[in-house]
């Protein structure tokens, strides 16, 4: 029944002409999931309102809206075994969607194969001790911030609302991060379901390498049914955003600099996300400003971002979600996104020359049709790499960065309505972010990690990480995916060099 629906909807859209070896093996694992899990599995269909349709196009960027042959929506990590063996058995190519905020196309989705969407995936449960929360990959941010924060703990993690966990995999750019480390570092245990359709806890003590190597690692090993959270006592914060006006740029760059070289060091309770804005031709900063302490101003050492005049602000004594979700207002789903990220040591020359040649890049696309632009520059510090070493190290290589300085990582963004205008902005921008890395590259300040989270389709993100890196990832692939099904079937995404 299931089978006929769905051959009758191919061949509406033409689909059964192409017919390919790949397409029945696809054909055969929707209609045995269909099957094995009822209500998870949703064929191919033309309505707009359907699940199918929900499912495929509930993406942050317009470049992920793929068009899978069935999209699957497990609840449970045994959902999940059972299709993972199917894709396995059947050789069908299949995208993993957590929270469905990656900009790169087929990350998260697929043409023509499985749309797995951890989206229901969504129970929150906490260890008896209160040192963890383990959260469904199906959470935002802001859904897992509301069960936490009701307990008064806080987690290492995003710091917009509806993003979703895949951060955790990436590295993991957090309000926390000067005293806890990176997102990725305050992940206790992962719960991957393998290949070969089993699940493994994998923790400091258990799989021990799989733990280490999904700490960068991506979609490279497993589907992430779970994340072990460490938790961290928390009554909140003092927090919101100062929006700038273009005459007050230069103080912010200022500001924004010594941020990354001394506030951040020195003063670890507190999280400045340096943000410039382009849209309607006009460029101002916007802000984040935030204290980790339950306190009703600011302290000292973010005294200088009130001093800077600002047209408005929205600083108060709140809950992380709220701020989260208030920061996330600016980031409507759906429209053309496209970023690009890159680090390097801190310098103020490069800082100030990096906005002004920006602003120069948005002014010269003002005509494209809903063409905005977003810049920040973000601090890992010396002792968020430390925190990272001593909670069992990561695989994303920054122990390789000179001693006692911050990195500086650059996240650059265009968004745009119109698909037909992605011939004129991608290429432009791709000069234009290559022209700001070798200017990094000429000064001695570059240093060669590219945070996957921010990175764009042809970064080599997982390379990055350092020779030795990728040797024992690859180890740890060949260990828990002898027949490199995450690596064949799972197309999308940062792939491990082979
Ligand atoms: C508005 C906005 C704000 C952001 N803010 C922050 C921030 O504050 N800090 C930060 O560090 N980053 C931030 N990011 C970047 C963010 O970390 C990435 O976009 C990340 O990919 C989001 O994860 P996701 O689960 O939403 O994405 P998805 O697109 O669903 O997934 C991203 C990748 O991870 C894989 N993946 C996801 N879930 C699983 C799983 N369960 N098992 C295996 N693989 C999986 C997918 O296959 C895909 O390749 C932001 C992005 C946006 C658009
Ligand atoms: C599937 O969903 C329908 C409608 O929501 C419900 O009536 C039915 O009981 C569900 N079946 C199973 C096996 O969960
Ligand atoms: C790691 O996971 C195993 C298996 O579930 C568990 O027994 C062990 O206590 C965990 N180790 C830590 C440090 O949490
Ligand atoms: C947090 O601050 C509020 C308001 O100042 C106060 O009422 C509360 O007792 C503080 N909580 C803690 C744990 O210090
Ligand atoms: C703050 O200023 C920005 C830029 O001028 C404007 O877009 C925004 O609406 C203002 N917000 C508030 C709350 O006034
Ligand atoms: C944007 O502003 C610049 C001057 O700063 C101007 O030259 C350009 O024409 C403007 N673009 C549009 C679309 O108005
Ligand atoms: C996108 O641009 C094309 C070509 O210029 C135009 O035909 C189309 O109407 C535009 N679409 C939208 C939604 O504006
Ligand atoms: C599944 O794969 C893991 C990792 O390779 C292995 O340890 C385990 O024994 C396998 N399980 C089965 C049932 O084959
Ligand atoms: C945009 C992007 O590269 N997102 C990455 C974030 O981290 C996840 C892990 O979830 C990667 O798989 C994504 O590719």
Not at 103 to 132: E, Q
Not at 177 to 205: F, K, M, Q
Not at 267 to 272: A, G, N, P, Q, R
Request: aromatic residues 12%.
């Amino acid at each position: 029944m299931y089978a006929k629906t769905l051959a009758s909807v191919l061949s509406l859209f033409g689909f059964t002409a192409a017919s390919s070896y790949q397409d029945a093996a696809v054909t055969r694992c929707c209609t045995e999931l269909a099957a094995r899990l009822p209500n998870t599995t949703f064929a191919r269909d033309a309505s707009q309102s359907s699940m199918y349709y929900e499912t495929r196009t509930s993406f942050w960027s317009s470049t992920e809206w793929l068009d899978p042959t069935c999209v699957f929506l497990p609840t449970t990590t045994a959902d999940v075994e059972i299709a993972v063996s199917i894709f396995n058995a059947n050789e069908c190519p299949f995208a993993i969607r957590g929270g469905g905020h990656s900009a790169i196309r087929a990350a998260a989705n697929i043409d023509d194969g499985i749309l797995v969407s951890m989206k229901n995936v969504k129970d929150i449960t906490f260890s008896k001790d209160f040192s963890t929360a383990t959260i469904g990959a199906g959470n935002t941010w802001a859904e897992a911030y509301e069960a936490i924060e009701a307990k008064g703990y806080m987690i290492v993690a995003g710091r917009f609302g509806t993003v979703g966990t895949g951060l955790v995999l990436g590295a993991g750019f957090s309000y926390l991060n000067n005293r806890h480390g990176l997102g990725a570092d305050n992940v206790a245990g992962y719960r991957v379901i393998l290949a070969n359709g089993t699940t493994v806890l994998a923790n400091s003590t258990h799989h021990s390498d799989l733990h280490w190597a999904l700490k960068g690692g991506g979609n490279n090993f497993g589907v992430v049914s779970h994340y072990e959270l460490i938790l961290h006592p928390s009554q909140g914060c003092f927090g919101g955003r100062y929006t700038y006006p273009h005459s007050s740029i230069e103080a912010v760059k200022k500001a924004t600099y010594n941020y990354h070289v001394k506030t951040a060091i020195e003063d670890k309770d507190v999280h400045v996300l340096p943000t410039y804005v382009f849209a309607n031709n006009e460029t101002y900063g916007y802000t984040p400003v935030v204290s980790n302490r339950n306190a009703t101003s600011l302290p000292p050492s973010l005294k200088a971002w009130d001093q800077i005049p600002h047209s408005n602000q929205t600083m108060k004594y709140r809950k992380y979600g709220n701020l989260a979700n208030e920061l996330v207002a600016g980031f409507p789903n759906g429209l053309v996104q496209s970023h690009y990220t890159f680090t390097v040591y801190p310098d103020e020359a490069y800082f100030s020359e990096l906005f002004d040649l920006w602003e120069q890049f948005c002014t010269s696309m003002s005509h494209i049709e809903g063409f905005n632009g977003l810049h920040t520059v973000m601090p890992i510090t010396p002792h968020a790499i430390a925190e990272g070493i001593r909670r069992g190290r990561n695989a994303l290589g920054l122990e390789r960065a000179k001693p006692k300085t911050t990195l500086s990582v650059f996240y650059l963004g265009v968004t745009f309505n119109n698909e037909s205008d992605i011939d004129e902005v991608f290429p432009a921008w791709e000069v234009f972010v290559r022209t700001l890395q070798v200017r990094a590259k000429r000064k001695g300040i570059f240093f060669p990690y590219i945070m996957m989270n921010y990175s764009d389709h042809n970064q080599q993100v997982l390379a990055s990480y350092g020779e030795e890196n990728v040797k024992r990832l690859q180890a740890v692939q060949k260990r828990y995916d002898p027949s490199l099904v995450f690596q064949r079937l799972v197309t999308g995404g940062q792939k491990l060099p082979l």
